[in-house]
Nanobody, 123 residues
Framework: VQLQASGGGLVQAGGSLRLSCAASGRTFDTYSMGWFRQAPGKEREFVAV???????NSADSVKGRFTISRDSNKNTVYLQMNRLKPEDTAVYYCAAARPLYDLPYNTYEFDFWGQGTLVTVSS
């Protein structure tokens, strides 16, 4: 599976962005899809995941602000980000996980990674 993330950019605090991650191949529906982020000088951290049953989970820091969804017809997973904060600034990565875990959230549980898209939130 090859993943291509897009949609990052510069936004003011309180604004919104929608990230997209397009997956190649016909096996999109066999993977759980997740978003991670990595701020400068910090470790990559879990943001949100959606599994094959469309169940979702997200990090406490983004609950109520970020929403993950998937469109199987377009082989694409989205991350709608609302009420953005400066601390959301990071490179955002999408990832795909084989269905070994219900709702994976550790980096080692994901098998394929996209190249990342930069989100910058100004105060």
């Amino acid at each position: 599976v090859q993943l291509q993330a897009s949609g990052g950019g510069l936004v003011q605090a309180g604004g919104s962005l929608r990230l997209s991650c397009a997956a190649s191949g016909r096996t999109f529906d066999t993977y759980s899809m997740g978003w991670f982020r990595q701020a400068p000088g910090k470790e990559r951290e879990f943001v949100a995941v959606i599994n094959l049953s469309d169940r979702t989970n997200s990090a406490d820091s983004v609950k109520g602000r970020f929403t993950i969804s998937r469109d199987s017809n377009k082989n694409t997973v989205y991350l709608q980000m609302n009420r953005l904060k400066p601390e959301d600034t990071a490179v955002y990565y999408c990832a795909a996980a084989r269905p070994l875990y219900d709702l994976p959230y550790n980096t080692y549980e994901f098998d394929f990674w996209g190249q990342g898209t930069l989100v910058t939130v100004s105060s």
